[in-house]
């Protein structure tokens, strides 16, 4: 070959390939193969994937083209000189295969269908049919009486798969027909068949019938399809066409064929789909239909090609390959002729489209092919990678050292490289999960006066990889060696705890098992009285166990509960609970379980209980003027039952709440308590949790506890007693003796006092919500 022309690629890359061809038995075959590139290149064949030696039957020509000097589908030997072929061209930078060509030998069958006899009035249709194989396809012509049809007749109407359909029959259409087949390997002739036309013209009405309608066909691109549709019926139906999916044929490369049969010229994928053949009445609905699927293959070919690249030492070389076709195509990578093997460093990805080669060297600098093959055909790319190596570039840095300092972090240390080191202007530690593909590595640079990294935010107990290179400004080192260090085991995370109490000598532990605890091989609870120093357990429970009873406990004193999370690495960080039993004892006795029948039968009574409680607050206001009025002094004032004495609708006392028995004292701590969001605690708390701590001191003052002290049974009458910061009431003196002047105490404001404080606790306070339960409403006030 000459020199490659100027403007041509100094790539080596394929001119002319071989194609498909069909071949001719006891005639001689070229396959062409022309190639460009820088010289000297050598060509090689192949058939079958095995190398073919010169020899007096097959050699190849001065041009690189295969000459085959007598074609036999069969030899005496066994062998065939059928198959698939492809050259091969190299040169001093790779090798490159050209695309499969598949030689086959031309044939023809012996028809395996005949054309009948008919019989058909006139007017109707006839259709006579052969069929028969042969490579390449055979070209069939009809013949009448022994004459070639005449196709100007446009009632004759030859389809190419062999059919003969004749229209508006006449007397004189009768004879005997037969066909030929014709194709480069022989001629041969169908039997014959005689067509006899009958009788004259009915009239008589026939509904529309399809007789034969299209046949399912594969084909490919730039063929032709031709799809038969023949209808009879009185009157002569109208053929039309249509697809299933609704969308438009077209009108290029659109051709009607007698009366009613399709062709359509040059396919496309886009012609692929179901084609209806509908025979109508003419001015009628009435229609009968009949459908095929046509597909249409395409062959593959590239979108993108691959391209020569070069990358230094050390880097990734990426090649894209992208192909379509229908069916759609397989991508194959070759290098240097021989198929692609894939390792830690060489992935394909996107289904084989993308080829990857991390951490280049030397050995990666060759011919990369991207083979794309479909049942229509096939078609290959080629590219080179070329290594960049500088010379004098620095070694590759030594005595890498990985140690593993906790966790989570692993110490990294090395020495400079033994040659080339005034020109590094850093390193650059590369580092991999030793489980990982090559692509998920990631590196950190360090300073070229600096031999070690401290490598953090690391996974506990995972195996890394470690290798280090030096850069200099025209390139980088070779990779140092690898070594593979794996992070310490982590103790579990802290679980979340929960505490609830199932009765007075019992407790639930319940927990959330949690994929943030990391790898863990169980549980570990305690549990202690608060004042003991010892505790009980540990109680070892599975990693797969979330909850744990605690019984036979005291309900006097606190406890204090502990879990924690451990594995093979040790104990996690425990979680910590107090709980008291007594306190949740007693709020269940002051706070049982709403009655929803009560709440339900308070929430209707709500409005009514609200006007009669602006009633009792109005006579208790008169009742209050009417003792200023008159003078009247006393020690007590006494509102009992005043609820009832108004008629007021009344709950019984076996449904009446507990919560009637709650202290004045203690609902107002408990107010002022969710006021402070929890931030106070209140005195009855401790002595709840701490009956011991409470002074004499507190206890003269008049912080009293007694929430649980039962009404009297035979008293319906519910008490609350106010404490004395909240006001106060100033008994009246006798007059001292010889002293009958004595002005009497003025009470007036402290007794309207009294007696407005009297009113609000009398009327029952309005529901804030209808599931809110009524307090107090039949508390009376005793001073």
């Known amino acids: ?27 001689p075959l070229i396959l062409y193969c022309q190639v460009e590139g820088i010289q000297p290149i050598t060509i090689t064949w192949r058939k079958n994937g095995a190398l073919i030696v010169d020899s007096e039957n097959a050699f190849m020509l001065a041009n690189g083209s ?9 030899r005496g030997d066994g062998s065939s000189d059928e198959g698939e072929y492809d050259c091969m061209a190299q040169n001093h930078y790779g090798l490159v295969v050209s695309r499969k060509a598949r030689i086959q030998a031309a044939t023809m069958s012996d028809f395996h269908i005949h054309p009948q006899n008919a019989v058909v009035e006139e007017g109707g249709v006839a259709r006579f049919q052969c069929q028969i194989h042969g490579l390449p396809e055979p070209v069939i012509l009809w013949q009448k009486n022994r004459v070639p049809v005449n196709t100007d007749n446009e009632r004759y109407t030859l389809l190419p798969k062999g059919v003969l359909q004749i229209t508006g029959l006449r007397a004189e259409d009768s004879g005997i027909f037969h066909c030929v087949a014709t194709n480069i390997a022989n001629v041969k002739f169908s039997r014959e068949a005689r067509l006899t036309v009958s009788g004259s013209h009915s009239t008589v009405y026939k509904d529309p019938m399809i007789l034969v309608g299209p046949e399912n066909l594969t084909l490919t691109v730039h063929q032709t399809a031709v799809l038969e549709c023949i209808a009879t019926g009185n009157p002569r139906p109208i053929v039309s066409w249509s697809r299933l999916d609704g969308r438009p044929i077209g009108v290029e490369g659109i051709q009607v064929l007698g009366t009613g049969n399709l062709m359509i010229s040059d396919l496309s994928v886009q012609h692929s789909g179901i084609y209806v053949c509908a025979a109508n009445k003419p001015g009628t609905r009435v229609r009968r239909t009949a459908q095929g699927s046509l597909v249409v293959q395409a062959p593959a070919e590239f979108v993108q090609h691959p391209q020569s690249i ?46 990857s080669i991390y951490g280049i060297n030397q050995a990666d600098e060759a011919i990369y092919q991207c083979i794309a093959e479909n049942s229509a055909g096939s078609t290959q790319a080629s590219a080179r990678l070329t290594v960049l190596w500088a010379d004098g570039l620095p070694g590759p840095p030594q005595s890498v050292k990985a140690e593993t300092v906790s966790a989570t972090t692993i110490q990294v240390s090395w020495t400079e490289p033994l040659q080339n080191t005034k020109e590094i202007i850093g390193y650059v530690l590369h580092i991999r999960k030793a489980a990982d593909p090559v692509e998920m590595e990631y590196q950190e640079a360090v300073s070229k006066s600096t031999f070690q990294q401290l490598v953090t935010d690391l996974e506990p107990s995972t195996s890394y990889s470690f290798y280090i290179k030096a850069y200099t400004s025209r390139g980088a080192s070779k990779a140092s060696e690898v070594t593979v260090v794996s992070t310490l085991g982590e103790v579990p995370a802290m679980p979340s705890l929960f505490i609830k109490v199932i009765n007075s000598t019992a407790i639930q532990a319940t927990w959330e098992p949690s994929i943030k605890l990391g790898q863990h091989e169980g549980f570990k609870l305690y549990y202690r009285k608060v004042h003991l120093s010892q505790y009980t357990g540990p109680v070892l429970l599975p990693s797969n166990v979330t909850a744990y009873n605690i019984t036979h406990l005291d309900a006097s004193v606190v ?25 949740t004892v007693e709020r ?43 003078g009247y002094r006393g020690r007590l004032l006494m509102c009992k039952n005043v609820q009832e004495q108004l008629s007021t609708p009344q709950i019984p006392r076996s449904q009446r709440s507990a919560t009637g028995l709650v202290l004045n004292g203690a609902a107002r701590r408990d107010r002022d308590d969710r006021d402070l969001n929890g931030k106070q605690l209140d005195m009855n708390e401790l002595e709840r949790l701490f009956p011991a701590s409470l002074s004499q001191e507190q206890q003269d003052k008049g912080i009293t506890v007694s929430p649980s002290a039962p009404p009297a049974p035979h008293d319906e009458t519910q008490i609350t007693t106010l404490p004395l910061d909240e006001f106060s009431v100033i008994e009246e003196q006798p007059d001292p003796v ?12 402290k007794l309207v006092c009294v007696c407005v404080y009297v009113c609000i606790l009398s009327c029952p306070p309005i529901p804030a919500s209808p599931t809110q339960p009524h307090t107090k409403q039949d508390a009376s006030l005793v001073l």
């Open 588 to 630: 269940t006795v002051l706070n049982p379980p709403c009655d929803c029948m009560k709440d339900e039968q308070n929430n209707k009574t709500s409005t009514t209980g609200i006007i009669i409680g602006i009633h009792i607050g109005v006579t208790c206001i008169i009742f209050c003027i009417l003792f200023l009025m008159f």
């Open 559 to 583: 406890y204090e509960v502990k879990l924690l999370a451990y594995n093979q690495h040790g104990d996690g960080n425990s979680t910590v609970r107090f709980v008291s039993l007594r306190e």
């Open 66 to 74: 295969l000459y085959v000097s007598r074609f036999q589908r069969l």
């Open 1 to 27: 070959f000459p020199p490659p022309a100027l403007g041509h690629s100094s790539e080596l890359a394929f001119v002319v390939e071989p194609s498909d061809d069909i071949a001719v038995q006891e005639q």
């Open 738 to 749: 010889g002293n009958p002047a004595a002005p009497a105490p003025d009470h007036g404001p």
């Open 310 to 355: 070069s990358r230094p030492v050390g880097t990734t070389a990426i090649f894209t390959c992208v192909a379509q076709g229908e069916p759609p195509p397989q991508i194959t990578w070759l290098r240097n002729g021989q198929i692609l093997e894939t390792s830690d460093h060489i992935k394909l990805k996107n289904n084989n489209s993308t080829l």
